[in-house]
């Protein structure tokens, strides 16, 4: 028999309980403390700062507990959080120059003044699992070595100063802020940049591959990828100087591309820009290969009709919180609209039976 | 709830949803973007109509919440509830003692008056999004008045299928000016959009809009001469209710084809309950 919805309030409350219970699994198992996932969990942790936008290990670590390893659910209760504090300033630009670099890679040089630092990386490891980690243990440590004092300019500049790299474009305009402003089209490159990098990494990823295959060809190198701590300086009004603030990791990406020229110039080399909160290296390299493919039109490349060109389409599309959102919401009830599909599918069916009825009648 | 300001977003926040509103009053049926925030609820759950609930929310008003016309389905309850602990305003299940209505996909069936305003939750604001799936180019659209492609839609519509296949979120035109979605109510409450004594706002979070019919507002819901614009609801009564004029939810009650027909709004359906109108199976919703 029928029994109206009544109790949703109730359903909600046991939802919520059970939830909480799953989260903590078997209680004869140790609890994860926000500590453990920080400090060994650090790159979903550096994931969720980067697209939650938010810089702050402890909270991103106590998000993806909370959300019991989803992602995506914990980079939206960084999102919700964020959302709620008080906004005091803009940081001066970060100065990636003065990094202190952990790794520092360049596809375009064998060396380059500040030398190539393989860093802690997975490339060279071979996949296979540690079955040793089943049990606990320390790692052996790691050899020890005074960082380089050299300076580390970024390789780009060094092309550049040859006039192979297209000038960087300056401007005292400052930057747009997507949090604070809707969305507009067309968007200038520095709030693509802003989107990008607030982006769910694997939609960025798939438009940076699609761009590698063919769709929006930009033939990247990556000039230089760098991994490190950079100072975060502000402006304080009553001081009238800059004071440092913190310090913040970031990883970040400069590529190298197919140049322009025309008539009046010779060819350069373009660029292309990813930098990325933590180390999210996957992120930075896509990050800057999208950027590329968008910059077809000031560049005055034909529009092939790429996906990774098409800025409209990757910056409506970037972001995993609406796009989870929207997605998910068709499990809420529609059962208004369902209703009113159904009457008119009926109403249809029975138009076109009438109609053959009809036919017949006409040949009997 | 502490640490909190009244009704959740703080007052910079509200004055710029409020902006937003007035804009939209101004220029009814217009989308007017706005820098939607994230919300503790996720994209797709009602975040634009929240918002705009908050902005316009007073200590002294009383919210009501419906989803689907129900007061009690899941999402209602849940937000209805966020409003209790933000804002503590008082709340109420009754349309006409409502101030402030918050719904997903349904008008009321009770008239309202000039002293309420009505909420919309709305997915996708855009009313040539399905046909023009570009912002930058819809929005030139509405510039120029250029709506002949949701004409040839609906003609398109009645050429396949001799009627126009649209039943819900079904196209208006406002005052003679904008196009503009009703979010996705049935094609039912059309006609309710129209001349309504009470302020009606839609709020669009993910997609970032805020759009408005300002009281006694000319609405009128796309059609063609030789195929008017029809309302439609399931042809049966109300189970409970005995009501011929409610929109109507289909329950299915066993498998093997039984099913029934009850009102969509609860709170319609309660108060001619308790005025002594049964329906085919009673007034009791749990036998």
């Not at chain 1, 209760?77 to 940081?91: D, K, M, N």
């Not at chain 2, 003692?97 to 008008?107: D, F, G, K, S």
Request: some cysteine; overall charge negative.
């Amino acid at each position: 028999m029928y029994v109206a919805t009544k109790g949703g309030e109730r359903a909600i409350e046991a939802a919520h309980r059970w939830l909480a219970e799953e989260r903590r699994g078997d209680p004869d198992v140790p609890e994860l403390t926000v500590a453990q996932i920080r400090e060994q969990m650090t790159l979903a942790v550096n994931r969720v700062m980067a697209e939650g936008s938010l810089y702050d290990r402890d909270l991103a670590a106590l998000a993806i507990k909370q959300s019991r390893g989803d992602l995506i659910e914990a980079v939206f209760l960084i999102r919700a959080y964020r959302t709620t504090l008080p906004r005091f300033g803009a940081s001066n630009p970060v100065a990636t120059d003065d990094m202190a670099i952990a790794r520092r890679v360049s596809a375009t040089f064998k060396d380059a003044p500040g030398g190539q630092v393989l860093g802690p990386t997975f490339d060279y490891t071979h996949r296979l699992l540690d079955f040793a980690l089943l049990a606990d243990g320390d790692p052996p440590p790691a050899d020890m070595r005074p960082a380089d004092p050299a300076p580390a300019p970024h390789v780009l500049q060094l092309l550049d100063r040859d006039g192979l790299m297209e000038p960087l474009p300056g401007g005292d305009v400052p930057p747009g802020d997507l949090t604070r402003e809707p969305l507009a089209m067309p968007a200038d490159r520095p709030v693509r940049l802003q989107a990008l990098t607030r982006g769910d990494e694997g939609f960025v990823l798939a438009m940076a591959y699609s761009t590698q295959r063919g769709y929006g060809r930009t033939h990247a190198f990556v000039g230089e990828l760098r991994i490190g701590t950079c100072a975060v300086e502000m402006e304080i009004p009553e001081l009238g100087f800059a004071v440092e603030i913190g310090e913040i990791e970031l990883s970040e990406c400069e590529t190298v591309n197919q140049f322009t020229g025309s008539r009046k110039e010779p060819p350069q080399f373009t660029r292309g820009y990813g930098l990325v909160m933590g180390q999210s290296e996957r992120k930075a390299i896509a990050m800057s290969l999208v950027d590329r493919a968008m910059r077809w039109e000031e560049l005055g490349e034909e529009a092939t009709g790429a996906p990774a060109q098409d800025a409209e389409f990757v910056l409506y599309h970037a972001d995993n919180i609406q796009a989870t959102g929207f997605l998910e919401h068709i499990k809420l009830p529609h059962y208004v609209d369902f209703q009113s599909e159904l009457e008119l599918i009926r109403k249809l069916r029975r138009a076109a039976a009438e109609a053959r009825q009809e036919v017949r009648d006409d040949r009997a | 709830m502490t640490g909190y300001t009244f009704a959740y977003l703080d007052e910079t926040t509200k004055r710029m949803i409020r902006r937003a509103i007035l804009k939209g009053i101004a220029v009814p049926g217009y989308q007017v973007p706005f820098a939607s925030r994230e919300m503790p609820m996720p994209y797709g759950w009602g975040t634009g109509g929240v918002q705009v609930t908050a902005a316009c929310l007073t200590p002294e008003d009383r919210l009501k919440v419906i989803d689907q016309g129900a007061d009690d389905t899941t999402n209602a309850v849940s937000i209805r509830k966020f409003f209790e602990r933000t804002a503590g305003v008082a709340t109420t299940t009754r349309t006409a003692e409502a101030t402030l209505i918050q719904t997903r996909h349904r008008i009321p069936e009770e008239p309202l008056t000039e002293a309420q305003i009505l909420v919309y939750q709305v997915p996708i604001p855009e009313p040539l999004r399905f046909l023009e799936p570009r912002e930058s180019e819809t929005r030139r659209m509405h510039a120029l008045e250029e709506y002949g492609l949701m004409h040839v839609k609906l003609y398109e519509d009645i050429a396949r299928h001799g009627a126009i296949a649209t039943a819900y979120a079904y196209p208006v035109r406002v005052e003679g000016r904008y196009m503009m979605d009703p979010s996705p109510i049935p094609k039912f409450d059309n006609p309710k959009l129209s001349q309504n004594a009470a302020i009606q706002l839609f709020g669009a979070g993910r997609e970032q809009r805020i759009y408005a019919l300002p009281p006694y507002t000319d609405v009128v819901s796309l059609d063609f001469e030789d195929h008017p614009f029809e309302p439609t609801r399931a042809e049966h009564a109300c189970a409970l209710c005995g009501a011929c004029d409610s929109y109507l939810d289909e329950v299915l009650t066993d498998d093997d084809g039984g099913r029934m027909f009850v009102c969509s709004d609860t709170d319609f359906c309660t108060r001619r309950r308790d005025d002594g109108h049964p329906g085919r199976r009673g007034t009791d919703p749990t036998t």
